[in-house]
């Protein structure tokens, strides 16, 4: 019964089968990242699209499911890109505000972090939150950007993302650093903002 | 602050990290005394975790389990009908 089953998982669909078997799946996957359903649904038709056209060099080394996944992640990470890209082109003051500016010479802060108040929970479910957050992901620079999408909102191993983007762990360590600086005043400025400002240490 | 302790600017770095990789211990000796001096410090890791757990793939998990989001019905049919239509034009 089993083997069965494992043979009917692995061995591949027809095509016309997709949608039904593993529409849903991948809308989940990506409406929980990208959290807009109509980009959602634009991504998953351009996914399966782009499966069609390459469905002949589909070994059938993964599971479909792997393999569709797989196919879905770029087309995240090239939907965030394309944010990117927009911001970029509206927004002049990119990483305005890098890690050496947060700081004096001594090393010792110079723009203060305000404290939040934050429910992480509760956060997450109000939608203008989430606006904010995306506004910030997007005015990242896009090397920032990728390093921190496919760490985040992919969930990808350092050691992974270092291999996509071609470079040593150390700069990649870099690029998170720089892209959580950048991310967390952004939010500061953009939402904590009303919080009291604190002078004193 | 004296010279022979991290300062912030080193600090923030090495928390940064430490949400990628191990540091070692005297990195994290360092970090835990700053720490506990360093109001502003404290208040960065808090927030890196905060934006962590927004942010981090262990939240979207959660949400992926929800069997309730399904594909739109016109979604659907749109891409079922775009793929035929894909796959008439190759053969």
């Known amino acids: ?201 | 602050m004296n010279h022979w302790m991290f300062n912030c600017r080193k600090v923030t770095r090495m928390v940064s990290d430490s949400l990628d990789h191990k540091l070692p211990l005297y990195q994290r000796f360092g970090i835990r005394i700053h720490l506990m001096m360093c109001k502003f410090c404290s208040r960065y890791r808090n927030q890196l975790l905060l934006m962590r757990k927004i942010i981090g793939p262990k939240m979207m998990d959660k949400k992926e389990t929800d069997l309730s989001i399904k594909l739109s019905s016109k979604a659907r049919e749109r891409i079922k009908r775009l793929m035929q239509n894909s796959r008439n034009e190759v053969s």
């Not at chain 1, 939608?127 to 985040?152: G, P, T, W, Y």
């Open chain 1, 1 to 201: 019964m089993n083997d069965i089953r494992s043979i009917s998982e692995k061995s591949p669909v027809n095509p016309d089968k997709w949608v039904g078997r593993y529409g849903d799946y991948l809308y989940r996957y990506t409406l929980v990242r990208v959290r807009d359903v109509a980009a959602a649904e634009d991504i998953v038709q351009e996914t399966f699209l782009a499966a069609l056209n390459s469905y002949k060099n589909y070994q059938g080394r993964s599971s479909e499911k792997t393999w569709l996944t797989g196919i879905l992640k770029h087309k995240i990470i090239d939907y965030f890109r394309n944010k990117t890209k927009e911001a970029l082109y509206h927004d002049t003051n990119t990483l305005s505000f890098a890690p050496e500016d947060f700081f004096n010479r001594k090393g010792q802060w110079k723009i203060k972090p305000v404290k939040w108040n934050a429910d992480p929970q509760k956060l997450i479910e109000q939608q203008e939150f989430m606006k904010v957050l995306h506004d910030c992901l997007s005015q990242l620079s896009q090397r920032h950007a990728n390093a921190f999408i496919l760490r985040k909102i992919i969930g990808e191993k350092v050691k992974e993302i270092c291999k996509t983007l071609d470079i040593t762990p150390t700069n990649c360590w870099v690029i998170l650093y720089r892209a959580r600086m950048y991310l967390r005043r952004c939010l500061e400025k953009s939402w904590f903002a009303d919080e009291t400002y604190e002078e004193t240490s």
